[in-house]
Nanobody, 120 residues
Framework: QVQLVESGGELVPFGGSLRLSCGASGRTSDIHAMGWFRRASGYDYRFVAGMNWLNGSTYYSDAAEGRFTISRDKPKNAVFLQMNSLRPEDSATYYC?????????????WGQGTQVTVSS
């Protein structure tokens, strides 16, 4: 199993920036990809950004493209999400996740979430 712990969520002003961090522990050799999802109150989980753990390639949702950047410290099994130009609609609980199978949805590990609130 893989355990994930996020940190970095807080209240930020409109247009501000924030960096979320996520550390993985346990059977980290099982990780195929890591990513960030978010869930706003009353809404489903939404994909934000992801990274292929083998080759480091990244992919983003339309909402995140150009404003958010996912990065990693592979030796430390850590992944980060730099968020710039934040908007109130970015307010959500952000979850770090790891794909332990060949693709998302087969066997995923999830963190406990960290709250991001963007004031208008």
């Amino acid at each position: 199993q893989v355990q994930l712990v996020e940190s970095g969520g807080e209240l930020v002003p409109f247009g501000g920036s924030l960096r979320l961090s996520c550390g993985a522990s346990g059977r980290t050799s099982d990780i195929h990809a890591m990513g960030w999802f978010r869930r706003a109150s009353g809404y489903d989980y939404r994909f934000v950004a992801g990274m292929n753990w083998l080759n480091g390639s990244t992919y983003y949702s339309d909402a995140a493209e150009g404003r958010f950047t996912i990065s990693r410290d592979k030796p430390k099994n850590a992944v980060f999400l730099q968020m710039n130009s934040l908007r109130p609609e970015d307010s959500a609980t952000y979850y770090c996740a790891a794909a332990l199978g060949a693709r998302w949805g087969l066997n995923d590990a999830w963190g406990q979430g960290t709250q991001v609130t963007v004031s208008s």
